[in-house]
């Protein structure tokens, strides 16, 4: 059952004669009454301030759920109704999500680590309390009587009824008793097998000392760093630090040396792990054979877009034909590389020189200095401009209001309107810069779903961004790298997806969309800040405004992002496609499968030959959580890519107001309330493609 994570939404627009008419609305309470003339409330959540506090919180709502869930159970089952079931289950997990939401929120952000470490514990009593959900045998049975009724639903009733009952099927809650009672026993034992093969890769070690002469060309700053300088004169570099491994990797100039330090990263947890992976392969067959499934990637895509393991591997197989001439160019490239530095005309690229000719490969041909272009990127400006473009696109208008609480300093509060009808649509915090005990990357998240409450009103969401932006000093402002701008644009687009979000039950919202799309929005909206007219909408150096990124260097950006993209999306395809390999196996065969000679063999026919004796995927911890579920990553991106050229190609291009109102209309607005295929297709005004995601990497027409 889908235990959702965000969304929200709201509304206003005053009468004549009404308060604030002729006067914007400035104050937090100005928008609370403006909403609720919309028949909407903008209420912010609750925060706790003590420990107790959010303990209480906790308690509470698992408690009034607790009860709301066997008071249904308990119904009559002839007074069962699509309201008093389907319904009732919506609200009642949505104020357990809501308070889960700011726990989340609390265990990442509070300045109080026992609040934090408080906030950590509830929030595995949640999840706790989230999985037994869907083995509640009453809650099940009056949910089930009731859909069996085949009751008159609209669209979006069916629907939350249908995944309501498909979450259930999954779980086994279809199955005899004790067919049930050994899914339940193997889910158990894959649970333990997926956390070992997480602690196997975390406790992975593998020191490799070597000489000064061994490291040449690597920089003095790995050399430097504490522990590496041994009492014997040699460096002790360990194969599973990965930024160890990238600068040797990229930087050594000895081919032997960049060998063995490929060696240790791809024998890295081999012992241990791949038994684990095989055993963990045969159980996931297993299981999807007892659920009715063929193999276990059709189980995990059904609740995805992809929704069947054939349609994903078809995709992976597509785009490795599509990038086929560009990583046979870029190989080339590197080749060509190979032969002159060793004086061997046939010198072969292996998988341990890739990272150090496309090193050598943007330093001499594709060099910019991304340092340099952070004068024109200072934070206020650049989130001053990211908001402009925003506003324009979707339609809206975003004000700061004084917060009534804030977890730590330094935090704003944006109520979200219409810009047509004035309607508040939401609200989010922004927390933008570093602090002790604070998340340390950066996200969108949740702080209140949107839907539609018991008296009708609309409940309007609210999101937080936490980021960790370089904080301003005494005589400098903030100043962004460009990549530091891309993911500000892309994690603003998640709060926008938030925001806009319009759906009428809480599992229907926009955070509520399948995995292997909701980072599309977002990924699309960092396609916005190569582009010169965006960028000239608001980069400008700090210290003469008058002075906008030169056309040539947005260019070299791009050319530098291209040299590698090939091989990049190749090896990401190599990921994405050994994943589905072993998960695609029926129960019969997984018996038999050798994942290592599987695993390397796809490996070699996307990207270059493994060496023998390795095992890179007992080291690839998606294996272990997000298993037939790696390909979701380019299938998002591709998605996101060709979204974004119909902005690429309208008028007003990625400032299209037109496209921006048809993308909140048709994607962000509907949620899950249908099939995100459907959105996606009617946004497009055509079939989904591969071709500008082709264009994206440099493969010309
Ligand atoms: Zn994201």
Redesign the pocket.
């Known amino acids: 059952m889908k235990f959702l994570f965000f969304a929200r939404l709201g509304l206003m627009i005053p009468a004549l004669g009404a308060p604030f008419l002729g006067a914007a609305p400035a104050t937090l309470a100005d928008f609370q009454a403006q909403a609720s003339r919309s028949n909407a409330v903008l209420t912010l959540p609750a925060y706790p301030v003590t420990s107790a506090e959010i303990q209480a919180q906790v308690e509470a709502a698992l408690k009034s759920a607790d009860a709301a869930f066997e008071a249904i159970a308990a119904l009559d089952p002839a007074k069962l109704t699509f309201e008093n079931t389907f319904v009732a289950y919506d609200r009642n997990t949505a104020a357990v999500v809501n308070v889960s939401l700011v726990v989340g929120t609390v265990a990442e952000s509070s300045v109080d680590k026992a609040m934090r470490d408080t906030a950590n514990e509830l929030s595995v009593k949640i999840e706790e309390w989230s999985v037994g959900l869907d083995y509640r045998e009453g809650l099940y049975r009056a949910l089930k009587t009731l859909a069996d009724r085949k009751p008159a639903l609209d669209r979006e009733q069916q629907r939350l009824v249908d995944d309501q009952m498909r979450g259930y099927r999954r779980a086994g809650l279809g199955l005899p008793p004790a067919e049930r009672a050994e899914v339940e026993r193997l889910r158990k034992d894959l649970a333990a097998l997926t956390t070992q093969f997480g602690i196997n890769i975390n406790e992975a070690r593998a020191p490799l000392d070597l000489s000064a002469d061994e490291l040449a060309g690597v920089p003095q700053s790995l050399l430097d760093s504490p522990g590496v300088k041994q009492p014997d004169g040699r460096f002790r570099v360990m194969a599973n630090i990965t930024w160890h491994v990238t600068t040797i990797m990229e930087n050594a100039r000895s081919e032997e040396t960049r060998k063995r330090v490929n060696l240790a990263r791809t024998t890295l947890a081999i012992t241990k792990n791949v038994p684990v992976l095989t055993k963990m392969v045969v159980l996931r067959a297993d299981l999807a054979h007892r659920l009715g499934y063929n193999n276990w990637a059709d189980y995990q895509t059904e609740t995805r877009m992809a929704k069947t393991g054939a349609t994903a591997v078809k995709f992976e197989e597509d785009l490795v034909a599509g990038l086929q001439p560009k990583f046979d160019a870029e190989m080339k490239v590197l080749q060509q590389m190979k032969a002159t530095e060793t004086g061997r005309a046939d010198a072969k690229v292996e998988l341990w020189d890739v990272p150090y000719y496309q090193n050598q490969l943007k330093k001499t041909r594709y060099a910019v200095d991304t340092e340099a272009l952070r004068v024109y990127f200072p934070y206020q400006a650049t989130l001053e401009g990211m908001f402009a473009i925003y506003q324009k696109i979707f339609g809206l208008k975003f004000t700061a209001v004084e917060p009534p609480y804030v977890w730590a300093k330094g935090v704003q509060l944006y109520v979200v309107q219409d810009s047509a009808s004035g309607t508040p649509m939401g609200a989010f915090y922004l927390d933008m810069f570093p602090r002790e005990g604070k998340f340390n990357h950066f996200a969108c998240f949740s702080q209140k779903t949107g839907g539609v409450m018991a008296d009708g009103r609309y409940d309007l969401p609210v999101a937080a961004l936490l980021c960790n932006f370089p904080a301003p000093s005494a005589d400098k402002p903030s100043l962004l790298m460009h990549s530091d701008v891309e993911t500000l644009f892309?994690?603003f687009g998640?709060v926008m997806h938030g925001m806009l979000s319009r759906s009428r039950f809480v599992a229907q919202s926009g955070f509520t969309v399948p995995r292997d799309f909701i980072?599309a929005p977002?990924q699309m909206l960092e396609n916005w800040v190569w582009d010169k007219t965006v960028l000239d909408s608001f980069a400008a150096d700090y210290r003469d405004p008058a002075k906008k990124i030169p056309a040539d260097t947005i260019t070299a950006l791009i050319s530098a992002r291209q040299a590698t993209d090939g091989y990049y999306n190749r090896r990401q395809l190599a990921v994405g496609s050994l994943d589905l390999k072993i998960h695609t196996l029926s129960a019969d065969e997984a018996w038999l499968a050798d994942v290592v000679e599987l695993t390397n063999g796809v490996t070699g026919k996307i990207t270059l030959t493994p060496a023998p004796g390795t095992a890179w995927a007992a080291y690839i911890g998606h294996l272990a959580g997000y298993d037939a579920g790696y390909y979701g990553y380019l299938w998002a991106k591709v998605m996101a890519i060709d979204m974004a050229s119909v902005f690429k190609a309208a008028p007003g291009g990625f400032l299209d107001e037109k496209v921006g109102r048809r993308l909140r209309d048709e994607v962000y607005s509907v949620g899950d309330t249908r099939d995100v295929a459907e959105s996606v297709e009617k946004f497009l005004g055509r079939p989904r493609s591969q071709e500008p995601f082709l264009d994206y990497v440099g493969i010309r027409k």
């Open positions: 892309h994690e998640h980072e977002s």
